[in-house]
Nanobody
Framework: QVQLVESGGGLVQAGGSLRLSCAAS????????MAWYRQAPGKQRELVAS???????NYADSVKGRFTISRDNAKNTVYLQMNALKPEDTAVYSC?????????????WGQGTQVTVSS
C-alpha cells in the first residue's frame, strides 16, 4: 500500500556532506510524520530527525546544528541534509512514514541506505 524508496547514501570523509532522499508512494494521507532513523552495528536504532506534515521538526542531540530535515508534501518526499559528518555518524539510515488510517496508526519503512564516514 505504501512504499518508501531511499537514495543518497555513500562513503564520505569526516567533515564532508551527504543528502539523503526518500520518496513515498501509494496511499498517503495528509496527516502524517516522516522521519529518518539510523542503526550502527551493535547499536540500537535511534531517531535522527522527524518532521510532522504541518512543519514542526525534532532532532537527536547528536546531530543538532549539523543535520537538517525537510519535506516536499506535494512530492511526498523527505530529505536529510547531513553536514560536518563524523565517523560516529556511520550507520544504515532508514526512512519512516507514520500515518493514521481509519483510526489505526501504521508505520512504513524504506529499505535503508548505508552512510559511511571515514576518519
Amino acid at each position: 500500500q505504501v512504499q518508501l524508496v531511499e537514495s543518497g547514501g555513500g562513503l564520505v570523509q569526516a567533515g564532508g556532506s551527504l543528502r539523503l532522499s526518500c520518496a513515498a508512494s501509494g496511499t498517503i494521507f495528509s496527516i502524517n510524520t516522516m522521519a529518518w532513523y539510523r542503526q550502527a552495528p551493535g547499536k540500537q536504532r535511534e531517531l535522527v530527525a522527524s518532521m510532522i506534515h504541518t512543519g514542526p521538526t525534532n532532532y537527536a542531540d547528536s546531530v543538532k546544528g549539523r543535520f537538517t530535515i525537510s519535506r516536499d508534501n506535494a512530492k511526498n518526499t523527505v530529505y536529510l541534509q547531513m553536514n560536518a559528518l563524523k565517523p560516529e555518524d556511520t550507520a544504515v539510515y532508514s526512512c519512516n512514514l507514520r500515518q493514521n488510517v481509519w483510526g489505526i496508526e501504521n508505520d512504513y519503512w524504506g529499505q535503508g541506505t548505508q552512510v559511511t564516514v571515514s576518519s
